[in-house]
Structure formats: structure tokens, C-alpha cells
């Protein structure tokens, strides 16, 4: 069973940036074919993919966050972070990291989320 939390501040002010950690227990990021994302969901919205991390060290951002966002990770703590610059209370949502399977291609582990408010 592959566990992922979510961890970070849950108010973030406007122009800051927000870091999130998500910690992955059961299961090792530099597995072979699997992809490590960020995706939010803003209130009253559907899911908008952020980015990913890969198993080796690949990363991509989806085209509306991509100026604003690193993805990174910490294989010694089995950990990949987001980092998004510039927040705006539109950046407000419950922010989620999964795991997405490359072969088949699938989402298949997620954690529960975590509310970021952005407001000063």
C-alpha cells in the first residue's frame, strides 16, 4: 500500500510563495514508470493537473501554472515538493499529489489533500 500526505501552510498571503511537501511512505519515487504530480482543485471548480516529478528526475508543468511553478524532490526523504511564486487568491483550492502509473496510464494512489487559502 502506497501512502502519500500532503503537508504545508494552509494561508498563504498574496505575492508569496507557496510550498507544499508531499511524503510518500510504501513505495519508493525512483521506481521505474511511475510519475509523482501535483493537482488542485479550486472551489466550485474541476481538477487542474500542476505538474510532475519523475522517477528519474523528469519534470512538467501544465501551460496556465507553468511560469509560476517548480516541482522538486528529496529521494534521501522519499519526498517531492511544490512550489508556486506569485500566489493570488485564485490560487486558493485543495491541492493534492498522486502518483500516476506510467504503464498502464493511470492515477493510482492520491493523498487526501490539503486546503491552501491565499488571502492577506
Known amino acids: 500500500q502506497v501512502l502519500l500526505q500532503e503537508s504545508g501552510p494552509g494561508l498563504v498571503k498574496p505575492s508569496q510563495t507557496l510550498s507544499l511537501t508531499c511524503t510518500v511512505s510504501g513505495g519508493s519515487i525512483t521506481t521505474r514508470d511511475y ?28 501551460p496556465s501554472l507553468k511560469s509560476r511553478t517548480s516541482i522538486s524532490r528529496d529521494t534521501s526523504k522519499n519526498q517531492f515538493s511544490l512550489q508556486l511564486r506569485s500566489v ?19 492515477y493510482d494512489y492520491w493523498g487526501q489533500g490539503t486546503q491552501v487559502t491565499v488571502s492577506s
Do not use: M
Request: with cysteine.
Open 35 to 62: 510519475y509523482w504530480n501535483w493537482i488542485r482543485r479550486p472551489p466550485g471548480k474541476g481538477l487542474e493537473w500542476i505538474g510532475f516529478i519523475g522517477y528519474e528526475g523528469s519534470s512538467g508543468y501544465g
Open 88 to 106: 493570488t487568491p485564485e490560487d486558493t483550492a485543495v491541492y493534492y499529489c498522486a502518483r500516476f502509473q506510467g504503464s498502464p496510464n493511470y
